[in-house]
């Protein structure tokens, strides 16, 4: 491991293009203001970067870690062949730039789905064999699909709650015979690959409103002119994302292994060996906006993936915890201001809190190198909750020391950059532009 730290040493104390920096040592985090140190003209906004090449393009997920933000930390604070661990990896993109750059890498999500895009996107399977499994599942479904809307094949269709209202019959029918396939599918490489595409084309033909990371329908009037074709609609993601595998192939280090959990980080499955930690946890507003669960929720159903009806509930600060105290000032003061607005509110905040320092725990204890947190920093009822610092504080008290904080502007956001704080129809406040990335360092 090279020590943590990259060269950013320019102290002039100026936001260089949307960007501010702070570092230790010259830093007390807890006091009021911090002291920004500047960023030698790093540009961390990446602004028209491509976020989507290789793998990184096959599937959306919500509030994705660009991969240059990942790239460039794992490059900073970690060496070829060391192990990094996403413990929230959700669509596995920390995993990807891991493989690229010749680390072996963990990923762990307690959302079925995310991971099987995860393993999707970071398996790399051989090209022609990619091609042969291809021609022989498109064969073998358009053969079916001609079966079924000719009455010559019955199917039965997967049980799934209120089935009839998100998804119209021949489209139900269709997905059954192509999930009929892919299941037989299921102990090859490339099984996560086509489930992936099957993931986008149930949301494309579903009657869920396209653009949407929560559940709603599409309104009735698209919905009578809304007659996809679930056979081409499938085959289109499967042409048009093969060649992405091909490259990732052909780009990625196959000499790193990559593994992908089924887990939750407040109970890692880990006993340590981990070199570096690169991760965006949940923002705590799983149940409202920014919400894994029903995102992935018909994708996943269709897939035959159990246990998605329960993660937003299973989502950092989804149950309540015991009130314990934190160790963070920035925290208390910051309750205490949600309190006075919303004893709700100042409960989801808390129990948010003390899941995340559940993680911190277990991530001081399998770490040897730094821990690298983007986050955003959200308004509950108008206060500002600053995860960053509150992050930082919750790190030091556990031993972990603090080394970077980079604050940068989000260029372009799928997000809404406003909410509705009080859930008061058009009182609007605003929501996360800026994102943080905090470095701590395991003390030596
Ligand atoms: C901000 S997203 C991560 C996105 C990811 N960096 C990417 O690029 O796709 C946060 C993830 O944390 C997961 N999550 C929430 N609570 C968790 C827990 N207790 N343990 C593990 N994962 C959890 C969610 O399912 C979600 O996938």
């Not at 730039?97 to 991971?115: C, F, H, T, V, Y």
């Not at 079966?147 to 709650?161: A, M, N, S, Y």
């Not at 980080?265 to 930690?277: E, M």
């Not at 956001?413 to 943080?436: D, F, H, M, Y």
Request: aromatic share 8%; charged share 30%.
């Amino acid at each position: 491991m090279p020590p943590c730290g990259g060269a950013l040493q320019n102290p002039t104390g100026v936001e260089v293009r949307g960007i501010e920096i702070f570092r230790n040592p010259y830093i007390k985090l807890c006091s009021n203001d911090l002291r920004e140190l500047g960023s030698m003209g790093e540009d961390w906004r990446f602004a028209g970067a491509d976020t989507q090449y290789l793998t990184h393009g096959l599937h959306p997920y919500p509030a994705r870690m660009i991969p240059q933000i990942a790239r460039r930390l794992i490059e900073r604070y970690s060496e070829r062949k060391d192990v990094i661990l996403d413990p929230f990896c959700g669509s596995g993109g920390v995993l990807v730039e891991s493989m690229l750059l010749g680390r072996n890498s963990i990923g762990i999500d307690i959302n079925p789905l995310a991971l099987i895009i995860a393993k999707a996107k970071t398996t790399p399977l051989e090209p022609s064999e990619l091609e042969r499994l291809w021609l022989e599942l498109r064969e073998a479904i358009e053969e079916d699909v001609r079966g079924l809307r000719f009455d010559r094949l019955e199917v039965e269709v997967p049980k799934i709650p209120n089935l009839e209202y998100w998804f119209k019959p021949q489209v139900a029918r269709e997905l059954a015979v192509i999930r009929r396939r892919l299941d037989a599918l299921k102990g090859e490489r490339a099984y996560f690959f086509f489930a992936t595409c099957f993931s986008l084309t149930v949301r494309k033909v579903s009657n869920l409103k396209p653009g949407e990371f929560k559940i709603m329908r599409m309104p009735a009037e698209k919905l009578k002119k809304h007659n996809p074709n679930v056979l081409q609609t499938f085959i289109e993601h499967v042409e048009e994302r093969i060649p992405r595998m091909v490259e990732f192939y052909r780009a990625c280090d196959e000499n790193v292994f990559c593994e992908v959990l089924l887990g939750d980080a407040r109970r890692l499955p880990l006993k340590g060996g981990v070199d570096l930690v690169v991760t965006s946890p949940p923002y705590g507003d799983s149940r409202t906006t920014v919400a894994y669960g029903q995102f992935s929720k018909y994708p996943a159903l269709w897939l035959g993936l159990r246990g998605v009806t329960g993660v937003d509930k299973a989502s950092l600060g989804g149950r309540p915890t015991d009130g314990e105290e934190l160790p963070s000032e920035t925290l208390k003061r910051t309750l205490e201001e949600i309190k006075k607005k919303s004893r709700e509110r100042y409960n989801d905040v808390l129990w948010f809190f003390s899941d995340l320092f559940r993680c911190l725990e277990q991530l001081r204890g399998v770490l040897s190198g730094c821990c690298c947190f983007v986050v955003g920093n959200r308004t509950v009822r108008r206060v500002q909750v600053p995860t960053d610092r509150i992050i930082v504080e919750l790190g030091e008290a556990l031993g972990l020391e603090f080394e970077t904080l980079i604050r940068r502007e989000i260029p372009s956001k799928r997000l809404p950059w406003q909410n509705a704080p009080e859930n008061v129809r058009g009182e609007k406040g605003t929501t996360i532009a800026k994102e943080s990335i905090i470095v701590l360092r395991a003390k030596r």
